[in-house]
């Protein structure tokens, strides 16, 4: 339960700052997608489930405020965190950073899904153009964000573990 | 609470379930605007003050760095002056549209003054989407306020956007920059007719793209370009931009080119919402 509040409170976080914050900011051009980080970063920690729904509840804020669906953002980030969830089972290197691999795919996919969905669907064809001036300034600001923030939410897990730990041994 | 429950689904069921769900929504809300803004209304009404928070301290530390930045009153004078011509220029163009109107018809029909003073709610931007491909905001009025969806949203006196959903303290508004909106427009003085469609690829140069121009219309560069009188969802005369660039089409039927709007979308943080629909209005008559 309380990890259920602290998730709770890292989306909110997360969704005030990036979108109340620096999407208003004039000074920032491209914003870090913060959501995005949440939910891959649970994923892979924590498992398919935890981070599909982590992904949902992420992606349903973003729907409820800025798309003209409900359901458009939730579907990738419900995505997004049940496909990291599968990598943690399937795949770990160390010969890369691996938040950073996960960060640039998962980012990938979300703008992936966005331009095919949201522009190919009514003929806009110049990826060449979106790329360099809409995917990859988000995919950088996100990237470094991550190296920041995923150690920070592994520490997080260790202490929830500890903590569940302790409470259970407790009860024994 | 959920938590309970989930063992028993294995995760692959789940995503299936929940990934169907969300296209069931998005199928649903895209068909009916009571659905899409019943379902946004519980969170927005507790997200409200937490937004409007955030935005304003976001606003404070912002804002000084950019007084750091720039110069302070020059600042503050470009601020004044900047209302002063948003002001006149919105007046100026409801007065020039008037005045073409008059002088075509006045002797014909003896016409009611077609372009009455708009009724107007001045709203604050407390969101905008983050991500780059929409260009989507987020203001503090909504149903309490008389916003209902589909009603025009000025800024700098010209047209910002039209709000696609509101709860009852919030409304999101889609901009005209926006990859997938289009406005059916017209040149203010000979009133021919064109279309300006907000284009991505432009977005960085400013502008966006304007077409379906007839060969032989008289618009020229530099030319006014407010919303039309055809136009379903915006409301006649209220000014977009200026015509820049335009040539012949290859199909040497229509003529193209881009519009360079008279909103500042990167600088915006209050907008006015005119509270009256365009298909009201023709009722009423």
């Not at chain 1, 620096?22 to 995005?36: D, Q, W």
């Not at chain 1, 064809?125 to 939410?153: D, G, K, N, R």
């Not at chain 2, 007084?67 to 409801?94: D, G, H, P």
């Not at chain 2, 136009?231 to 003529?255: E, F, Q």
């Amino acid at each position: 339960m309380k990890r259920f509040w602290i998730y709770v409170g890292l989306i909110l976080g997360a969704y005030l700052l990036q979108n109340n914050i620096f999407a208003v900011s004039p000074l920032i051009s491209a914003t870090p997608n913060l959501l995005l980080i949440l939910t891959f970063s649970i994923g892979f920690i924590r498992g398919k489930t935890e981070g599909m729904l982590v992904g949902l509840f992420c992606g349903l804020l973003m729907d409820m405020g800025y798309s003209e669906v409900v359901g458009y953002y939730a579907l990738i980030y419900l995505f997004v965190g049940y496909v990291n969830g599968s990598i943690s089972q399937l795949f770990y290197t160390e010969f890369l950073n691996m938040p950073l691999l996960l960060c640039v795919l998962s980012d990938f996919l979300y703008n992936v899904y966005i331009y095919v969905f949201g522009f190919l669907t009514h003929g806009r064809m110049a990826l060449s153009v979106y790329i360099p001036q809409v995917i990859l300034p988000e995919v950088v600001y996100t990237s470094v964000l991550t190296l920041i923030l995923y150690p920070q939410f592994l520490k997080l897990d260790a202490w929830f573990q500890s903590i569940e730990k302790r409470s259970a041994k407790r009860f024994v | 609470m959920k938590k309970r429950k989930l063992p028993e689904l294995r995760p692959k069921q789940l995503f299936i379930l929940l990934a169907s769900l969300c296209v069931i929504l998005v199928v649903v809300t895209s068909l009916s605007h009571s659905v899409n803004n019943g379902l946004r209304g519980g969170a927005n009404t507790f997200l409200m003050p937490l937004q409007k928070g955030f935005n304003f301290l976001g606003g404070g530390i912002f804002h000084q760095t950019e007084r750091f930045i720039t110069l302070k009153n020059v600042e503050a004078e470009n601020e004044e002056l900047k209302a002063l011509v948003a002001e006149l220029t919105e007046q100026n163009t409801r007065y020039q549209l008037q005045l073409t109107e008059l002088e075509a018809y006045q002797d014909l029909l003896k016409l009611k003054d077609q372009y009455p003073d708009y009724e107007m709610v001045g709203a604050h931007i407390i969101g905008k989407n983050s991500d780059s491909w929409y260009k989507t905001i987020l203001v503090d009025k909504g149903a309490r306020d008389g916003i209902q969806v589909d009603m025009n949203v000025l800024a700098d006196g010209g047209l910002v956007g039209i709000v696609t959903s509101v709860t009852d303290t919030t409304a999101t508004v889609s901009t005209i920059i926006n990859d997938n909106r289009n406005v059916g427009a017209m040149e203010l003085t000979s009133q021919d007719t064109c279309i300006v469609t907000g284009d991505l690829t432009l977005y960085s140069q400013g502008l966006l793209s304007l077409s379906r121009i007839a060969k032989d219309d008289a618009i020229q560069d530099d030319d006014k370009i407010v919303t039309s009188n055809t136009s379903d969802l915006y409301l006649p005369g209220i000014l977009i931009g200026y015509a820049r660039d335009l040539s012949v089409d290859a199909n040497n039927l229509t003529k193209s080119g881009y519009l360079v709007p008279v909103v500042d979308f990167t600088h915006l943080d209050s907008v006015l919402i005119i509270t009256t629909l365009k298909e009201t209005g023709a009722e009423e008559k």
